[in-house]
């Protein structure tokens, strides 16, 4: 592994790891951080969500597939992508 396999498993292993947040998409478990307060600081609607993760490979998302997350139904909007961490915009539904 490189530095940056390194980096990106600390990443998933550790600051994840704390995070409880889980959906399935397309099959896979992805584990994150579902911020309900994400328009305070991001450019989001004060309605959406950001659903954070380290997964970046595996989503073969439309705009509003449903998701559920932590047991919890969303509408998916959209993916952005901040190098290793992806937010899923999603809103309740």
Excluded: C
Aim: proline fraction near 2%; avoid cysteine.
């Amino acid at each position: 592994m490189n530095f940056s396999d390194d980096l990106n498993a600390d990443l998933t292993n550790v600051f994840f790891a704390d995070f409880t947040d889980v959906s399935v998409i397309d099959g896979i478990e992805v584990i994150g951080f579902l911020d309900i307060n994400a328009y305070q600081w991001a450019d989001v609607d004060s309605s959406q969500h950001i659903f954070i993760t380290p997964q970046s490979v595996g989503f073969n998302l439309q705009r509003h597939d449903t998701l559920t997350i932590s047991g919890k139904l969303y509408k998916y909007v959209t993916k952005r992508q901040h190098g290793n961490v992806t937010h899923l915009i999603v809103v309740p539904g």
